[in-house]
């Protein structure tokens, strides 16, 4: 008896040989195979990168990329869509249109990061703290192999930003192309594309909030021409060490003079509603009910009071 018994015991655990099992697919790594139109958007996407497509070239007619890409024309259509959502081409409508590239700008990259900050509710000090996080060092690395000729070029920025003094929008955008001129100079290409991305928001910013007046402005214009004065002369004595220390204090300074009236608390606005960030109040609860408002709990009150004259009848 015990012998049938572990004969029927070893059956049961009997496993089948490994070439009679058959693979079970793994579900979770299986991929999305990509449409036509992402395939052309991707193939146009990679020869304006590779610079095989420059900007103004115009791209071949529909019947002659159907053919190419052996697409259909709505799986064109689609194909133009993306790329033009992603500013890499301008569709022009009508007998005479077509498609025509265009150079990836950061002016479309900083519209799409504006937005993304607005709507995570970064305030505007918030983005100028960035700003103060990237710029000190940068200046420090420039004055350590600042060339005459660069020095030079930073005097002659200056002096064509001092003609725009008085005019809140005109200065701002000088001092901010300086910046972006200065930064630029230490030759890394992703702190410059950085910093540039951080004051095209900002500017952004200031121009539809309406932020900057020149008459209030003018003062602290000509305040900031002098500072940026001796920031020039301590590159030019490639003291590393000290240009960051005073470009990180100049920075601190502006964002007390930007900030005293709360406009740091500002959200970051780049479509013209400028709005605090103030935390939001919880409506009061009953007790009774923890998620019930006031309005929730009048109506409560009147079914009770209508029940009981219901009842009452």
């Known amino acids: 008896m015990n012998g049938t018994l572990d004969l029927a015991m070893k059956k049961k655990t009997t496993t089948a040989p490994a070439s ?3 693979a079970q697919p793994d579900r979770t790594n299986f991929l999305r195979a990509p449409k036509l139109p992402e395939l052309m958007a991707g193939d146009v996407r990679r020869r304006i990168m590779a610079g095989e497509l420059n900007e103004g070239d115009a791209l071949p007619p529909e019947a002659e990329l159907m053919q190419r890409y052996n697409i259909s024309r709505p799986s064109l259509r689609e194909a133009l869509r ?30 799409h990061f504006g937005l993304i900050l607005q709507d995570r509710g970064a305030q505007v000090e918030d983005v ?27 005097r002659e920025r200056l002096a064509a930003a001092s003609k725009t003094i008085g005019s809140a929008s005109a200065y701002a955008h000088a001092i901010s192309e300086f910046r972006e001129f200065m ?28 932020e900057l007046r020149g008459e209030v402005w003018t003062d602290l214009q000509q305040k900031n021409q002098r500072s940026l004065q001796r920031l020039i002369d301590i590159i030019e004595q490639h003291d590393f060490e000290k240009a960051e220390d005073f470009w990180r204090k100049h920075l601190s300074e502006a964002s007390k003079y930007l900030f005293a009236d709360g406009k740091g608390a500002l959200v970051i606005d780049l479509l013209g509603y400028a709005r605090p960030a103030v935390p939001q109040v919880k409506p009061e609860v009953d007790p009774t009910f923890p998620e019930a408002t006031k309005a929730e709990r009048a109506e409560r009150r009147n079914k009770k009071r209508s029940g009981a004259v219901q009842d009452a009848d």
């Open 128 to 154: 100028y703290r960035a700003r103060a996080i990237l710029e000190p060092p940068a200046v420090g690395d420039l004055a350590r192999v600042a060339s005459p000729a660069q020095v030079a070029a930073l």
């Open 82 to 111: 993306i790329l033009e959502s992603e500013a890499l081409i301008v569709v022009r409508r009508g007998g005479l249109g077509g498609a025509t590239v265009k150079r990836p700008t950061l002016e479309v990259t900083a519209r």
């Open 20 to 22: 009679q099992i058959t």
């Open 183 to 210: 930064i630029g100079l230490t030759g890394n290409v992703t702190i410059s594309l950085l910093v540039r991305l951080v004051d095209e928001v900002l500017e952004k910013h200031q121009v539809r909030t309406g």
